[in-house]
């Protein structure tokens, strides 16, 4: 399984950026697909997630409303539409994938298999 990120950049706050991530070597569709990120020397943060198998969404709190998580089955890739971006949303952007994440562990990270190398979002006031 492999997990490609990109989409990253130096943006303003107030701006819009999509992130994308890019799955191979897995069955995509039943695999639940989540975004994290991290700042250097804090632990990585929950921000969205799509279930597999045509299931919900969910989002942090500190999103909600700005970033939009989609994902295309046939296209293997999940998407992070972020809206009105905040220079607290500086990070690195992670993917992550797993076969099967019970619904109340779709925030934890350790409850994810497979990782992308992260792309850098940077929000600049």
């Known amino acids: 399984v492999q997990l490609q990120a990109s989409g990253g950049g130096l943006v303003q706050v107030r701006d819009s950026l999509r992130v994308s991530c890019t799955a191979s070597?897995?069955?995509?569709?039943?695999?639940?697909l989540a975004w994290f990120r991290q700042v250097p020397g804090k632990e990585r943060e929950f921000v969205a997630v799509?279930?597999?198998?045509?299931?919900?969404?969910a989002y942090a709190d500190s999103v909600k409303g700005r970033f939009a998580v989609s994902r295309d089955n046939a296209k293997m890739t999940v998407n992070l539409q972020m809206n009105n971006l905040k220079p607290e949303d500086t990070a690195l952007y992670y993917c992550?994938?797993?076969?099967?994440?019970?619904?109340?562990?779709?925030?934890?990270?350790?409850?994810?298999?497979?990782w992308g190398q992260g792309t850098q979002v940077t929000v600049s006031s």
């Open positions: 799509t279930r597999g198998n045509g299931g919900s969404v």
């Open positions: 070597g897995l069955t995509f569709r039943a695999y639940t």
């Open positions: 992550a994938a797993s076969r099967s994440v019970i619904l109340s562990s779709v925030a934890n990270d350790q409850a994810y298999a497979y």
